[in-house]
């Protein structure tokens, strides 16, 4: 109710000052403001904005030919969903669909364009639903190949970048130098990332170092890390290359898929 009262109190403030004997044109733009009240929350726009698309509801309803019911204070009263009305408003007014980030209301936002008769959002909603699902549907591949030699060293691919980025991750937690990030040199692009360099220990570990030779932790270690976190992310392991020592820690190429 505070919100209602504090939008409708700066609408007459504006009505007042764009009203006066002092600024007559600044009047006439006024008139062309309408308020809707959408599921509870107000909306004041242009009625030029809402009559943009011929045929359709809002434009109906601005022009006089849909009759809509007005609530207490004399708004058109449109029950439906408010908070997907910005949406709504935001394609009327740009041309086009723009959603945040992360937006997963595909379907309430396609009943809400089927109910406003807007077939160019309606085509936009189903397109980028559709795309969304093909994504998801997207076989995943991992692959970690160990070239045991300093030149090559071990390989890590994935053709989704997050789960590259989530053994970045991982790895700067388990190295020894207390890395203040993924070294950068490691990364060969967003779906490959490279260790070449490292010497061997007096036993035979393979140590991962720097460009500055800091040392960042063991290639098994990598290895094991890459493994366990293919697990964890819901990966099957699908063929594993040169497992002779009865550990896939040590094997050549290990391809996962999911």
Not at 10 to 22: A, F, I, V
Not at 181 to 204: A, C
Request: hydrophobic content about 35%; charged content about 30%.
């Amino acid at each position: 109710m505070e919100r209602k009262i504090n939008r409708r109190e700066k609408e007459k403030d504006y009505e007042g000052k764009h009203n006066s004997p002092e600024g007559p044109d600044q009047g006439k733009s006024c008139k062309t403001l309408t308020t809707l009240n959408v599921g509870g929350y107000l909306y004041i726009t242009q009625k030029q904005t809402l009559a943009k698309y011929p045929d359709t509801f809002l434009e109906g309803v601005v022009n006089g030919k849909i009759l809509c019911p007005l609530d207490a204070d004399g708004h058109y009263f449109i029950d439906r969903d408010g908070l997907l009305f910005r949406h709504v408003l935001n394609f009327l007014r740009n041309g086009e669909l723009l959603l945040p980030e992360g937006f997963r209301e595909n379907q309430l936002l396609a009943q809400e364009a089927e109910f406003f008769q807007l077939k160019g959002l309606a085509e936009e909603v189903k397109s980028r639903w559709e795309k969304e699902q093909l994504t998801a549907r997207e076989t995943t591949f991992l692959e970690i190949t160990d070239n045991h030699d300093r030149s090559q060293g071990l390989r890590i691919f994935c053709n989704a970048p997050d789960f590259i980025t989530k053994i970045k991750s991982r790895i700067v937690l388990v190295s020894k130098s207390r890395l203040d990030g993924f070294p950068e040199e490691f990364s060969i692009s967003s779906n490959i990332i490279q260790f070449k360099y490292f010497i061997k220990s007096e036993n035979g570990t393979r140590l991962v170092l720097k460009e500055d030779n800091t040392f960042v932790c063991t290639l098994e270690t990598l290895k094991f890390e890459a493994i366990m976190m293919a697990l964890k992310c819901g990966f099957r392991l699908l063929t594993s290359l040169d497992c002779s020592k009865g550990s896939i820690v040590h094997s050549d190429a290990l391809h996962f898929i999911k």
